[in-house]
Nanobody, 124 residues
Framework: QVLLEESGGGMVQPGGSLGLSCAAS????????MGWFRQAPGKEREFVAA????????AYLNSVKGRFSVSRDNAKNTWYLQMNSLKPEDTAVYYC?????????????????WGQGTQVTVSS
């Protein structure tokens, strides 16, 4: 079993920045990909960004490329999402997720363990 604990989030004005962290515990050796998803009210959950545990390979949702950055610290079993130039349409509950297969890095099918979610609100 893998437990994920998120931190960060909050409210920011358009153009601002926020950072999220996700700390994993338990059977962390089983984690192959470290991802972030989000779900806005009335919308389906969507993939945002992810990074492979054993390489520098990353993947991003097109609409966040150049604004968001995913990184990891394997020694701490923690990964991060730095969000810059935030827009109102980035408002959502953000979830971190631990995946089992890099082949599915951008698909929720590839993730077995999920954080509790943290609210990100971008508003003036």
């Amino acid at each position: 079993q893998v437990l994920l604990e998120e931190s960060g989030g909050g409210m920011v004005q358009p153009g601002g920045s926020l950072g999220l962290s996700c700390a994993a515990s338990g059977r962390t050796s089983s984690i192959a990909t470290m991802g972030w998803f989000r779900q806005a009210p009335g919308k389906e959950r969507e993939f945002v960004a992810a990074i492979e545990r054993s390489s520098d390979a990353t993947a991003y949702l097109n609409s966040v490329k150049g604004r968001f950055s995913v990184s990891r610290d394997n020694a701490k079993n923690t990964w991060y999402l730095q969000m810059n130039s935030l827009k109102p349409e980035d408002t959502a509950v953000y979830y971190c997720a631990a995946g089992w297969n890099p082949q599915f890095i951008g698909n929720s099918y590839g993730y077995k363990h999920w954080g509790q979610g943290t609210q990100v609100t971008v508003s003036s």
